[in-house]
């Protein structure tokens, strides 16, 4: 199989869980900046809801096929999905608090969280290095565990690729998938 330079770009802790997300279904490609996942997802048969508030990063989306584009500021902004349902969401390096419990009420069930982003101990290779940026340990198992939501995998720790730094990463599972890891 070829590696195309975009899937390259990609996260392969996104590539790798994508394909538990029911077939065809719609997702959220939340604070997608220019689309890189957005890209991938619809490549791989997904209807997708990408949004951001960066327009010169969503311009890069104008012609994607099979993505919706979203100009939306998720922190100062209202929340643009309530009574909205995804079968995926799909989240990488972006955390903020405040917006969680509308996030995490924005999957379907049946549907799969794709989620990966910084953690304390990031400080030292850089940014972010704000806390209020950075999850604790195990903090985004505590998020899925309060709603009785499976794990079908997590990780923490350090990483050099794309660049050195601590990370988590979660996928998991709103009801029963048909999805096979």
């Given at each position: 199989?070829?590696?195309?330079?975009?899937?390259?770009?990609?996260?392969?802790?996104?590539?790798?869980?994508?394909?538990?997300?029911?077939?065809?279904?719609?997702?959220?490609?939340?604070?997608?900046?220019?689309?890189?996942?957005?890209?991938?997802?619809?490549?791989?048969?997904?209807r997708v809801e990408a949004v951001d508030r960066d327009a010169q990063a969503l311009a890069a989306l104008h012609d994607?096929?099979?993505?919706?584009?979203?100009?939306?500021?998720?922190?100062?902004?209202?929340?643009?999905?309530?009574?909205?349902?995804?079968?995926?969401?799909?989240?990488?390096?972006?955390?903020?608090?405040?917006?969680?419990?509308?996030?995490?009420?924005?999957?379907?069930?049946?549907?799969?969280?794709?989620?990966?982003?910084?953690?304390?101990?990031?400080?030292?290779?850089?940014?972010?290095?704000?806390?209020?940026?950075?999850?604790?340990?195990?903090?985004?198992?505590?998020?899925?565990?309060?709603?009785?939501?499976?794990?079908?995998?997590?990780?923490?720790?350090?990483?050099?690729?794309?660049?050195?730094?601590?990370?988590?990463?979660?996928?998991?599972?709103?009801?029963?998938?048909?999805?096979?890891?």
């Open positions: 199989m070829t590696v195309s330079c975009a899937e390259s770009a990609t996260s392969a802790w996104v590539r790798r869980f994508l394909r538990l997300i029911p077939e065809g279904a719609e997702v959220l490609d939340l604070a997608c900046g220019a689309g890189r996942h957005a890209r991938l997802l619809a490549a791989a048969g997904y994607a096929e099979g993505v919706n584009v979203r100009q939306a500021d998720l922190e100062a902004a209202a929340w643009p999905y309530h009574g909205r349902l995804f079968a995926g969401i799909v989240v990488t390096n972006y955390l903020f608090r405040p917006r969680l419990d509308e996030l995490l009420a924005a999957l379907a069930e049946p549907g799969v969280l794709i989620y990966e982003t910084f953690m304390v101990g990031n400080e030292r290779f850089g940014r972010p290095s704000n806390p209020d940026f950075l999850l604790r340990s195990q903090e985004m198992l505590a998020w899925v565990r309060q709603r009785g939501w499976r794990v079908l995998a997590f990780e923490e720790g350090s990483v050099d690729l794309p660049k050195p730094a601590m990370v988590q990463r979660l996928c998991a599972a709103r009801g029963a998938i048909a999805g096979r890891l």
